[in-house]
């Protein structure tokens, strides 16, 4: 049974007194101050933790909660908001969650939050689970058990936080709605701290990597059909007015048109570019799996009975030579 007064008070209809000081109980914080969506459905979650866990629930926001309403946090679940100026450290919460003794502290997988939690676990002797899809609780042993999203949140495992304070920090896209119960009262309070604000680097523009066969995202690929080297080289500058790469099947390679670097089949590289654009490629087995990942696969040979035919999305039934040498004109042309 939880400790939130709110529902005592929407019985009683009045206030009820509340005793005690900020100690133990389920912290949410949010490091730069934002109370939007995400923080408050991690507000939410911390209400259904710290019922199960008899305790209250406190948000500590940065900025003095510039990124927000504080009042939207209780109305979530909170029963106390501090607020304070700046974004803490590490350094900082240790300081300030020592004497507190905290249940559990949860921070949103934001890149702060992600720089934060490992540290104030490490600070605090406590338990830390660095991705969480979810929070429950242990009804026996009354530990925070953090449900980890495994294979892209295909599946997920449980883990029990055993050491104190269990510190979680929370993907909260993967949580239910907030909460927004108008009813609920709580208190918003000053904590007096001016945390420092964090240093600002200018942006740097790193150059663009090469493209390769692993991250274009258009794969010009050439087989026997385009003839000769002729044929090959519209293929390449088919592939560079398109902005990708031009690559081959194991007949090209073996016509001394591409390097194995460039070979794509169970004996080269598997690609998945958005568009696959096969001139000349009959297809084969080898073919088909090494292009599954492809966002489109575009095939352009003269058999309607080639085995690419029904693998491709769209087929062309034409001489690629001719197809290439229509499409760079089409292309100039614009």
Same mark, same amino acid.
């Given at each position: ?20 000081? %900020? ?14 969506? =995400? @923080? ?116 997920? !495992? ?32 000053? %904590? ?44 390449? !500058?088919? /592939? ?17 048109? @591409? ?8 004996? =080269? ?15 084969? %087995? ?29 087929? @062309? ?12 004109? /089409?292309?100039?042309?614009?």
């Amino acid at each position: 049974m939880g400790m939130d007064l709110s529902y005592l008070e929407a019985l009683m209809g009045g206030p009820a007194e509340e005793g005690g000081e %900020t100690t133990g109980g389920v912290w949410v914080v949010s490091p730069d101050g934002d109370l939007g969506d =995400g @923080i408050l459905r991690l507000v939410g979650k911390a209400r259904v933790v710290a019922d199960a866990l008899g305790g209250y629930v406190y948000v500590l926001a940065g900025r003095n909660a510039a990124g927000g309403d504080p009042q939207a946090a209780i109305r979530a679940g909170a029963d106390q908001v501090l607020t304070a100026g700046g974004v803490p450290t590490v350094d900082d919460l240790a300081a300030f969650f020592r004497d507190r003794a905290p249940q559990a502290v949860l921070l949103p997988h934001t890149p702060l939050g992600r720089a934060l939690g490992p540290g104030l676990a490490q600070a605090l002797d406590g338990g830390l689970c660095g991705l969480v899809a979810d929070l429950a609780v242990d009804p026996i042993y009354q530990r925070m058990v953090a449900h980890q999203p495994v294979l892209d949140d295909a599946a997920r !495992q449980a883990v029990s936080i055993v050491a104190a304070p269990a510190v979680a920090v929370v993907d909260t896209d993967l949580l239910p709605a907030a909460f927004n119960e108008p009813w609920r009262t709580g208190t918003v309070e000053e %904590t007096g701290l001016a945390w420092a604000e964090p240093e600002s680097y200018p942006a740097v523009e790193l150059p663009a990597p090469p493209l390769t066969l692993r991250n274009a995202r258009v794969v010009v690929a050439a087989g026997l059909g385009m003839k000769d080297e002729a044929g090959f080289a519209l293929a390449k !500058q088919l /592939a560079e007015a398109l902005g990708g790469v031009v690559a081959g099947d194991l007949a090209a390679l073996d016509a001394g048109w @591409i390097t194995e670097e460039q070979l794509v089949g169970l004996t =080269g590289h598997s690609v998945a570019p958005r568009l696959y654009l096969a001139l000349g490629i009959d297809g084969d %087995t080898g073919q088909f799996m090494a292009t599954s990942g492809a966002g489109c696969i575009v095939a352009v040979q003269p058999d309607p009975a080639a085995p690419f035919v029904p693998v491709a999305d769209y087929n @062309i039934i034409a001489d690629p030579v001719e197809f290439a040498q229509a499409f760079l004109a /089409a292309l100039d042309r614009r």
